[in-house]
């Protein structure tokens, strides 16, 4: 149920501009921007003073587990550690199980998600169970509202069947999105492949298992004109690769997550499954290039490839072990670690204004249910806003997070930046840092 509620001492985060501005919030929409609101009666007040007022975030990339996994995360569980991270919307993964590869499961992830405490949109597969041979129902899931497609967690390796599929999708209006990873070079590895991997004995994936697969795909979207999206790229040169293309005018965007400009490879020395992760951690300079494209605009946007997995799974020897990291409650944080507190425009462009736009949830879609995001807090969008603090400083405990799941690999780590309040469709499901 919405409210009216009352931003006060804020500064907006426009897409050009910051202003100091108060925010009015009723019926779930944006009822006034301005100089000094008058608090109507009964109105919640939230101080923002020293905070950031921006559009909720919106996250491309996060698995949500349900159905088939419960036990490491539900939808449920998931949105309250979006909540707290400060995104109003999250795309949930359809590498469940079964797979999102259908109208019946599309349909049963998206009821679930009306029940969350943020907006989940949904990304079918492009394969039937992701396997790589046989187009999934995409027609019949883009009618039902889904507008990202992806096999994510495995690539699609046969060019013939990407091609395919490319050209299934551009009159529909989608985008389809790949795991940029050539099974054939990448087989058997379990971080990245360099000296490192040899001194400790572990079997590598190569950066050439990514940048063959952006380089492959790259052609087949210029070739049949339909947009698509890179994942967790995590080398300089997959993205050097994806900007080039861009600027010769082909289709495509990237994503960037959040461990591939943070952490690296030397993670893994110590034998630890937390800093498991495919694509893997890579080198000291792919961090520092990737944290540069950040800040420079080359990268579309950051999404978290939140990942959670049960306990005893990540305490299984770093060969046996899953890969995959929780993100959801970190992201924003360690995003502005990079960006800096000088420039919450860029910020807000990478979580949520150009997610939202590759995820075309700009507008909001009554076959999915699901409201409009990565707008600007101006009077008649639907407010999910989030209020953001650049300056507050938090430290990372495993015992204290939302998710089902404990593993953060930045457990200890002092982060600055953190969710004050978070508005879902008018309504606060996140006040003074906690959830309501």
Avoid at 143 to 152: E, Q
Avoid at 384 to 406: K, M, Y
């Amino acid at each position: 149920m919405s409210e009216v509620v009352v931003i006060r001492g804020g500064t907006v985060i426009h897409a050009d501009q910051a202003l100091r501005q108060d925010v009015l919030i009723r019926d779930g929409k944006v009822h006034e921007v301005g100089d000094s609101i008058t608090v109507p009666a009964g109105a919640l007040e939230i101080d923002a003073s020293g905070a950031w007022v921006g559009p909720g975030f919106v996250d491309l990339h996060t698995h949500m587990r349900e159905p088939g996994r419960e036990g490491a995360e539900t939808i449920e569980s998931a949105s309250r550690a979006a909540a707290i991270g400060g995104y109003s919307a999250v795309v949930a993964m359809p590498n469940t199980e079964p797979a999102i590869d259908n109208v019946v499961v599309a349909t049963y992830v998206l009821s679930q998600g009306e029940r969350a405490l943020v907006d989940v949109a949904v990304a079918g597969a492009i394969t039937v169970g992701r396997g790589g041979t046989h187009l999934a129902a995409i027609g019949e899931m883009a009618a039902l509202g889904i507008r990202l497609f992806t096999d994510d967690g495995m690539g699609v390796q046969d060019p013939s069947l990407m091609r395919r599929a490319l050209t299934y999708a551009a009159p529909l209006g989608v985008t389809l999105a790949q795991h940029c990873e050539d099974d054939l070079l990448a087989a058997g590895g379990v971080m990245n492949e360099g000296a490192l991997s040899s001194k400790l004995g572990l079997s590598g994936r190569p950066a050439l298992a990514e940048e063959l697969m952006v380089m492959r795909d790259i052609e087949l979207a210029r070739l049949t004109r339909c947009p698509l999206h890179f994942l967790h790229l995590s080398t300089a040169r997959s993205v050097a690769l994806v900007v080039n293309a861009r600027r010769e005018g082909v289709a495509v965007t990237c994503e960037v997550a959040p461990h591939h400009f943070t952490l690296d490879e030397s993670c893994c020395d110590q034998y630890d499954a937390i800093f498991k992760v495919h694509p893997p951690l890579r080198t000291t300079n792919d961090v520092e290039q990737l944290r540069e494209a950040l800040r420079d605009g080359r990268i579309d946007a950051v999404a978290t490839d939140h990942a959670p997995h049960e306990v005893q799974l990540k305490e299984l020897p770093f060969d046996e072990a899953p890969a995959g990291m929780l993100g959801l409650e970190h992201a924003a944080s360690l995003t502005l670690d990079v960006v800096g507190t000088d420039n919450p425009i860029r910020l807000f462009q990478l979580l949520s204004r150009a997610p939202s736009a590759i995820v075309q949830l700009r507008s909001s879609d009554q076959r999915v249910r699901l409201s409009a995001h990565g707008g600007d807090v101006a009077v008649g969008e639907d407010a999910n806003v989030v209020i953001f603090d650049p300056t507050a400083t938090r430290q990372v405990d495993r015992g204290q997070l939302q998710s089902r799941s404990t593993n953060t690999p930045y457990h200890g780590r002092q982060l600055h930046g953190a969710t004050r309040a978070l508005i879902v469709r008018g309504s606060v499901v996140v006040n003074e840092g906690t959830l309501r």
